[in-house]
Structures are given as C-alpha cells and as structure tokens.
C-alpha cells in the first residue's frame, strides 16, 4: 500500500512540473502570437489567436516537456518566457517594418504618397497596403505557420525555458538585425529612387534649356505613370527578395546578420 501511495505522489508531481512547463510553453507561444506576422495583425479576432495560441502549444509542448529542467514558478520565470516570446515576435515583426519603409520611400520618391490618403486603417500610402497585403500573402503561403512552431522549438536552445535573456545579448542582436531590415527596406526601394533622380535631373536639364515650358505639368503626371508601369513589373522581384530575406531569419533566427 506504501508503495502505491508513493508511486502516485511520484505521479502527481510529475503531472504538476509538466503543468507548469505547460504553462510556461503557453506564455512564449502567447508573446509570439501577438507579434506575429499575418496571425497576430488587428484583424484577426482574439478568440482565434486564442485558438493559434493552443494549438502551438500542443505543438511545441510534447517537444519541450522532454528535455526540460525543473520549473520554479514565479514572476521571474513567467517574466522571462514572455520577454523570449516577444523577442521572437519583434524579430518576424521588424520585416513587416521593412516593407512599409520601403513602400513610403517608393511613394516619397515617386509622388505616390498621397494616392488614396485616407483609405487605408493605417496612416501609410497605398503602396504600404499593397506590399504588407501582398507580403503576407506569400509568408502565408510559404508555410508561415510550420516555420513559427519551428522557431519556437529552437528557440528553447538559444533562450532556455526559465532563464531571462541576457540584455547585452537582445541589444547586440537587435540592433543587427534592426540594420539589416532597414539596409533591406533601401535596398528594395533604390530602384525607384535611383529611376526618380535621374528623372528630376532630365526635367532639370529640360527645364533649363527651356524656360518658358511647364515642366512640372508636363513632368508631374509622365512621373506617375511610369511609377505606376514600373511598379507593377518590379513587385513580384522585390516581393521575392523580401520573402527570402524573411524565410532566411525563420532558418536562422538568432544569427547576427552581416
């Protein structure tokens, strides 16, 4: 009788720790949801990221419980499972940031900015909702989902379960990262601001040699069309080299880019 009274104690424990380790699991889970691309925008209604929310936990779970250390329970422990989930979310989040910067430079650089202000739930240009839209899309498609469960199983071998991220470290690797996305974002957008230098510098020269023609009336609208015609050929390209550029941090997520 001794002994089935302390198999089942053996047992309660056993299933308490794995409740715990549970219901740390669903904190990071938790943090990375509500950043995540596609899955975690405005639109999406909370009882279905609430949803998303368990089902990568019963995902990620089964792996984790398996090689997990003892959990303490604790605003520490909680705390730092929450600041792990965030970081993964801000990471996948900051290339979202990087098609709306290249989008206003590209409206900026091309007098698209103001095309349809006002239409769109954010204050950015009309391009910053077709490349976000389009952006979305093809992350969704590429298998957004299989790679998030994915990155949050590694995650636990660069950010272990209970242990807080050490800031030298977050501030090293986000500021990195920070900079490729943003060098990421000119480098989509220099076509059309390369295309519209030189396109002003004619208008210059134009201007200069003849002083009595309009060149802004005759500039203004030649400059929107031949936006318009090279965006719609170059947007597949450039929607292309972002979807590698993302798919490569989901690989690689706490690699220092270069």
Do not use: C
Request: aromatic content about 8%.
């Amino acid at each position: 009788m001794t002994g089935v009274v302390t198999e089942l104690a053996g047992l309660l424990d056993l299933s308490e720790q794995y409740f715990w380790i549970a219901v740390l699991v669903f904190l990071r889970t938790g943090a990375l949801v509500a950043l995540l691309p596609a899955l975690g925008e405005q639109a999406v209604p909370q009882r279905v990221k609430l949803v998303l929310v368990l089902a990568f936990t019963a995902i990620v779970l089964p792996v984790v419980a398996a090689g997990a250390p003892t959990v303490t329970p604790g605003l520490a422990t909680f705390g730092s499972e929450v600041a792990a989930g965030l970081i993964l979310g801000i990471g996948l989040r900051l290339f979202i940031l990087a098609l709306q910067t290249a989008a206003s430079i590209i409206a900026q650089a091309t007098t698209l900015s103001q095309l349809f202000a006002g239409a769109a739930p954010e204050p950015q240009p009309a391009i910053g909702n077709l490349f976000i839209v389009a952006g979305l899309a093809l992350a969704v498609n590429a298998g957004l989902h299989v790679r998030a469960a994915e990155l949050l199983i590694l995650s636990y071998d660069i950010l272990p379960q209970g242990r807080p991220p050490t800031p030298a470290d977050v501030a090293d690797w986000g500021l990195s990262l920070i900079v490729s996305t943003f060098s990421l974002s000119f480098s989509l957008a220099a076509p059309f601001v390369i295309a519209s230098m030189i396109y002003n510098l004619a208008l210059g020269a134009i201007n200069r040699a003849m002083p009595q023609l309009m060149v802004s009336f005759i500039g203004a609208p030649a400059q929107t069309l031949g936006a318009l015609a090279m965006l719609a050929v170059a947007t597949p390209v450039l929607l292309a080299v972002w979807l590698q550029a993302f798919e490569a941090h989901l690989l690689q997520p706490f690699a220092v880019p270069r």
